[in-house]
């Protein structure tokens, strides 16, 4: 009796494991490497915590975060203001947090960094010119401007700065981002629009124009939660207040994106630095990467596969057998046909969250026509005399479908199965973008960087995978398909 | 017996068979003949409920045949097409014994009937586990014919069952099948649009046209009293000696 009183006990002392709280990050460095540094503090004092990185923009995060799916995840006030309240007004940061607390979210205070637009020159012509603040461009009516196309448009952009500065310039020119800095170190154009934490700010030695005037509007970089999270966890994140100027993010986001150095150890070694912590990067090696990445992709692929098959064949034999039904079922399977996939997954996101879910309902909605479509086609096909000389053989409707027209239909009936199989292995690689993980998540990270070699560890074993669906079924169809 | 009663089919606004009064015998074999089109294979099929009548009805010995019994019924019936109709996907055993496998009879009886059959119909054994493909056109003749045989029915219907073999093949398969049906002694329907092929097989002649019963008797009645001048004619093309109408 004593002993199982002293079993009871024991287990009751066991606090309930506190929930694992899931930090989520932008497809872009900046956002991963901060999801990254949250994740190991949150770690070091012994919350139980993962990172989901690399979600598929705002919307996808910020409705993940009210959902639950995520718990945390690196964001900007500018964002805050401009995309997610964008309907409300909410100029004072006063209005902002009442705007997050109806929400029941919490923000941490600013790291310390304002990752807005800014004017940048190569150091040597700015110095040459002795140009500082964007006030000192007024005088310098030939300088040449390069900017962004959505720059040029953006009433937060060219049209609004040129009135708050008074600009003269009328060398003004649209191109695209990335190309603006090679123009910049070719000399080729003085001036260009950038991000205050670009990597290459540092890359081509330029230097950010000082915004006097305070035109561009505050991108404060800061932590935003769901307003469950433990205390422990946002006194973690607020260790971060003030602590990563403009200059410290644009050498991180350097060494991630222009070094290649991992996001997990750039984020270890700022807090090791900065913060004195004591946190470990863990970098998964590229074979366990893979494995991983597979069973994830497997996962998605197989399962909405297998729904998609028990529904699909048997409403391909309701369409067949009632034409007028069928007629609206094959329209409808089109209509979902035609939705984009991306469009069609963040649909889902309100109603299924983020990660598998979502991901296999999409995969399985857009198998469902590939095999209707050759379930009924192929049931359609079977001559008529075979089917009235199964007919009249006085074969119950159940049989003639089960012993004749299956058997012939099978041929279809699994190339619809093979297309949409091959189909959904490719597709998969979007499910990255919605934290589902499989081979998409390489090719997004390898995108991100710019990295050939991390866009082909999923894009080459994603291509196999369709080779070997398409070599399984077509074995399957030899061994188990007879008939002429 | 088959009696049709005032039957009358239509099918997208064309009259396949009107008002057909017909009654085939027992233990004898009717040919139904007539020129493409005339509504010979839509008889057959409303025997074996591939069409319904849209007037009048159709009875097999005492039963009307109904939806509700259709399928009952069809075990009494074997059918056999020009195209033989067997399953590409099944070897010729496993088309033979479909629907006595789906209506459970014990496997030593469906030996025993495959057996029988194949003797009777001459068909090697070893061709059993063949595919149809597998087979020569006279041979799937054959295996379609055990197959409406499997359940030993009571009327046997085919629709040009020699129609798409090449003369040598047919002219021996002609004599086994009346051997056959003599031996049956089964109420065997058969169309076709040969009259010789009619006559050589059948005990009473119909002759159709447009969806009517134009005459109805054995050879020799349509041949010494042809109704009309349409059965004159038809007997004309197919190179019979017809007496001069009597002016």
């Not at chain 1, 209005?95 to 940048?120: C, D, I, K, M």
């Not at chain 1, 001559?383 to 099978?410: I, K, M, N, Y």
């Not at chain 2, 019963?213 to 017809?242: M, T």
């Amino acid at each position: 009796m004593s002993k199982v009183l002293a079993i009871l006990a024991a287990l009751f002392c066991i606090h309930p494991v506190a929930a694992e709280i899931v930090v989520g990050s932008k497809v872009f460095t900046e956002s991963v490497i901060l999801g990254e540094i949250a994740v190991q503090l949150l770690t070091e004092q012994r919350i139980d915590a993962r990172h989901q990185r690399e979600l598929g923009g705002t919307t996808v995060l910020w409705s993940g975060l009210l959902r639950g799916d995520i718990d945390c995840y690196p964001e900007y006030t500018g964002t805050l203001r401009a995309e997610i309240f964008a309907r409300v007004s909410v100029t004072t940061d006063q209005e902002l947090s009442r705007a997050l607390a109806q929400q029941r979210v919490w923000a941490s205070q600013p790291l310390g960094f304002n990752n807005t637009y800014v004017l940048g020159m190569r150091r040597d012509v700015a110095q040459q010119r002795s140009i500082a603040k964007l006030s000192d461009l007024a005088a310098q009516p030939e300088l040449r401007l390069g900017f962004s196309n959505e720059f040029i448009d953006r009433g937060d952009g060219w049209p609004g700065l040129k009135r708050a500065y008074r600009l003269p310039q009328t060398d003004v020119r649209g191109m695209a981002h990335d190309l603006a800095y090679r123009a910049l170190a070719a000399q080729s154009i003085d001036v260009t629009d950038l991000y205050s934490t670009d990597a290459e700010i540092a890359y081509y030695d330029l230097i950010a124009l000082e915004d006097d005037r305070a035109f561009f509007p505050s991108y404060e970089a800061l932590f935003i939660c769901r307003d469950d999270v433990s205390d422990e966890a946002k006194q973690a994140l607020n260790r971060l207040a003030g602590s990563i100027d403009a200059s410290t993010m644009a050498k991180m986001n350097a060494r991630a994106k222009l070094d290649h150095v991992a996001e997990a150890q750039v984020a270890a070694d700022f807090a090791q630095r900065t913060l004195r912590s004591t946190t470990q990067a863990q970098v998964d090696s590229r074979a366990s990467r893979i494995v991983q990445r597979t069973l994830e992709h497997l996962a998605m692929v197989g399962i909405s596969l297998a729904m998609a098959v028990l529904l699909a064949v048997p409403l391909g034999v309701l369409a067949y057998r009632a034409p007028r039904f069928g007629r609206v079922v094959l329209a409808v399977a089109d209509v979902l046909q035609t939705i984009p996939a991306l469009a069609l997954l963040v649909f889902l996101i309100p109603w299924l969250g983020i990660g598998y879910a979502p991901a296999i309902v999409a995969l399985f909605l857009y198998s469902l026509l590939p095999i209707l479509r050759n379930t009924h086609a192929g049931l359609a096909d079977i001559p008529r005399d075979l089917r009235e000389s199964a007919t009249a053989l006085g074969l119950s409707r159940f049989a003639q479908l089960r012993f004749v027209e299956l058997p012939l239909a099978a041929r279809s009936v699994l190339a619809g199965i093979k297309t949409a199989a091959v189909i959904n292995v490719g597709t998969a690689t979007l499910g990255a973008l919605i934290g589902a993980g499989g081979y998409g998540q390489p090719i997004l990270t390898g995108i991100r960087l710019d990295d050939l070699g991390l866009i082909l560890e999923g894009a080459v074993p994603a291509a196999l995978l369709a080779l070997v669906a398409q070599g399984a079924f077509s074995a399957i169809e030899s061994r188990w398909v007879k008939a002429k | 017996m088959i009696a049709f009663e005032n039957v009358t089919h239509e099918y997208e606004h064309a009259v396949a068979v009107r008002d057909v009064t017909l009654r085939i015998a027992d233990r004898a074999t009717t040919a139904l003949i007539g020129p493409s089109g005339c509504g010979k294979s839509t008889l057959l099929k409303l025997i074996v409920g591939l069409v319904w009548p849209t007037q009048g009805r159709v009875r097999l010995g005492n039963d009307e045949i109904t939806p509700a019994n259709v399928e009952a019924l069809r075990h009494r019936i074997g059918y056999v097409i020009q195209s033989g109709g067997l399953f590409p996907h099944l070897s010729a055993r496993d088309n033979v014994t479909l629907a006595a496998r789906h209506l459970q009879k014990p496997t030593t009886w469906i030996q025993q009937r495959v057996a029988e059959l194949g003797e009777l119909v001459q068909l090697p054994h070893e061709l059993l586990t063949r595919f149809p493909g597998d087979l020569s056109g006279g041979q799937r003749q054959r295996v379609s014919l055990m197959r409406a045989l499997m359940l030993d029915p009571d009327f046997l219907l085919l629709d040009e069952p020699l129609g798409a073999l090449d003369p040598m093949v047919r002219h021996g398969l002609q004599d086994d099948l009346r051997a056959l049906f003599a031996r049956l002694g089964k109420c065997v329907v058969l169309v076709t649009h040969d009259l010789a092929e009619a006559a050589f097989f059948a005990n009473r002649i119909v002759l159709m046209r447009e969806g009517e019963v134009v005459q109805e008797g054995s050879f020799d009645d349509l041949r010494s009293h042809p109704a009309d001048d349409f059965v004159r004619e038809f007997l004309r093309a197919q190179r019979v000696l017809v007496p001069a109408a009597h002016e």
